[in-house]
């Protein structure tokens, strides 16, 4: 897992589901759409009183989740360890608000300092992970957020979920796995209406504790 190339095709592609590209287009857009009206609502709610200086997206991919956090945060940056999807994503997305950054090799410092960040978002990227490197990345998510900063991760939540490419996790889970911070809410994760269930695992919104 943790070797794997990503790249567009397959992150566009709706990953096993083998889409033609006729397909995976009104697919990405209908899926983006429904999920950056979620995130805003989120950030909204969130964020209304305050505009907040720095957010992050862990494994941004090619970044289409950046514009969101641009029209909250002043400072937004994109990690990505995937070449080809950091290239697109800088290349689509980078200006002087948004800033798209390469992760370093596995379990290597990410290249912020502690507690910088306002806002952390991962998006679908801790269920892909492989348990060595998962520690690592709450380890970098708490070392990289500042006093109240507000977490929110969006992953499978379906522990009945095991395969070579991911790992359901239950918000129980994650409850405990982030104890250096509170949980607030969660919203189950709706996709477009084609999607073979319900939803795909869920919203999970913390907050950092103060130490
Ligand atoms: C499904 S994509 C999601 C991308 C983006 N968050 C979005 O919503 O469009 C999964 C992301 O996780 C990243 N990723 C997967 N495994 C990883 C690993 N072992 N280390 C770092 N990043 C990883 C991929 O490079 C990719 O950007």
């Not at 990345?137 to 969006?154: H, K, M």
């Not at 796995?177 to 319900?198: A, D, G």
Request: hydrophobic content about 35%.
């Amino acid at each position: 897992m943790s070797t794997e190339k990503y790249g567009i095709a397959k992150v566009v592609g709706g990953f096993g589901r083998s889409l033609s590209p006729e397909e995976a287009i009104p697919y990405t857009l209908a899926r983006t759409h429904i999920e950056h009206e979620t995130i805003r609502r989120i950030l909204s709610n969130r964020f209304s009183l305050h505009r907040r200086k720095k957010a992050l997206e862990v494994g941004c991919g090619y970044g289409r989740n950046l514009p969101v956090l641009k029209e909250v945060f002043t400072q937004t940056f994109g990690l990505e360890r995937d070449e080809e999807l950091a290239t697109i994503a800088a290349n689509l997305h980078q200006d002087e608000s948004a800033t798209v950054v390469r992760m370093p090799k596995p379990l290597t410092r990410w290249p912020f300092d502690h507690g910088l960040f306002d806002f952390v978002m991962t998006f679908t990227v801790l269920q892909h992970l492989q348990a060595f490197e998962f520690e690592f990345f709450i380890s970098e998510i708490n070392r990289v957020t500042g006093p109240n900063a507000t977490l929110l991760i969006v992953e499978e939540t379906d522990e009945t979920i095991v395969d070579p490419h991911t790992t359901g996790r239950s918000i129980e889970t994650y409850k405990l796995l982030f104890s250096e911070f509170e949980f607030i809410n969660s919203l189950p994760r709706k996709v477009e209406k084609t999607f073979p269930k319900e939803d795909s695992g869920a919203y999970m919104l913390f907050q950092k504790k103060k130490q």
